[in-house]
């Protein structure tokens, strides 16, 4: 098959929701493409069918990387492995890299599919198969500072992902993700508050996706539904620290509280664009695409 010559970096937004249910946005997640790789980071719910809308299938997947280990950004990925190999009618695929900082997210990856064996012994059985639907657990040291976790030659050059720890105590450790390939560049925030960590992680960067939480309506809640405020990033902060890094794309996503129509999006926006950010901003719908270079 020819490649590509000169690929872009693709970034597809998979999921632009949080844990409240809601049908038009799939749980965290984002997909990076570049060239024949695909990597995705989180994988919330119904991601499986974004990616499937995006048209990868979970098997043309290299490598899936977690940023910490609240529900909402992993209960998909038991779907994803499962459905990776339920598809793999020739036992042929190799087993999935999942990449997480050393903690409950590896616990989680390592231990997600034991409660699937009675489903996953009568698929062996009734299919006369061999392989197992086991990932590839691959635990790294978080850091505070930016530090590669993983690395893939490509026809077009070599892609780097590197991480960094970020601030959503006390869900220890979290971090953020930042993606480097010879089209550009693209920093992924996970859940955290603004901090200087992610002004490190994205310096650079052509495309920052951060997570968003409108502040003011979360403010007017009752007190016990505000302790959301202590570990998600406000809009206004975020527009502030897009603005000092002169970054050119602005995604928002995690969408607190998601936004149903365009007023919604544009008062996301406001927020930004009155902390000084005067780049190009993308309140996320699911299925968002940014393309760099070529
Ligand atoms: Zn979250
Ligand atoms: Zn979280």
């Known amino acids: 098959m020819a490649v590509d010559t000169n690929p872009e970096l693709r970034i597809t937004i998979t999921g632009t929701g949080c844990p409240i249910p809601d049908p038009l946005r799939a749980g965290p997640g984002v997909l990076v493409q570049f060239g024949e790789l695909a990597m995705q980071f989180d994988v919330g719910r119904s991601t499986v069918q974004r990616l499937a809308g995006a048209g990868l299938w979970p098997g043309e997947l290299n490598a899936v990387f977690l940023t910490h280990h609240h529900s909402d950004h992993m209960v998909g990925l038991p779907d994803l492995i499962l459905t990776r190999w339920v598809m793999d009618r020739a036992d042929s695929g190799k087993p999935l890299p999942v990449i997480a900082p050393a903690g409950p997210a590896v616990t989680f990856a390592r231990r997600m599919l034991d409660v699937w064996t009675d489903d996953i012994a009568i698929r062996t059985e009734h299919a ?35 991480a960094i720890s970020v601030h959503h105590e006390p869900v220890l450790p979290s971090v953020g993700y930042r993606v480097d ?21 994205a310096d650079g960067v052509d495309v920052l996706v951060y997570e968003a939480m409108r502040f003011e309506p979360i403010e007017a809640l009752p007190e016990k539904r505000r302790f959301i405020l202590d570990y998600h990033a406000d809009t206004r902060l975020i527009g502030g620290q897009a603005a000092e890094l002169e970054v050119p794309t602005l995604v928002l996503t995690h ?15 406001s927020d930004v664009r009155t902390a000084g950010y005067t780049g190009k901003v993308i309140v996320a719908d699911d299925l968002e695409v940014v393309s760099v270079g070529a």
């Open 255 to 269: 969408l607190i509280p998601p936004p149903v129509d365009d007023s919604g999006r544009s008062m996301f926006v």
């Open 128 to 162: 006369g198969r061999d392989g197992r639907p086991e990932p590839d657990v691959v635990p790294f040291d978080p850091s505070p500072s930016v530090s590669e976790v993983w690395s893939m030659a490509t026809p077009h050059g070599e892609v780097t992902v590197s």
């Open 181 to 201: 390939t010879p089209a550009g560049s693209v920093a992924i925030s996970g859940d955290t508050i603004v901090c200087g960590e992610m002004a490190v992680l």
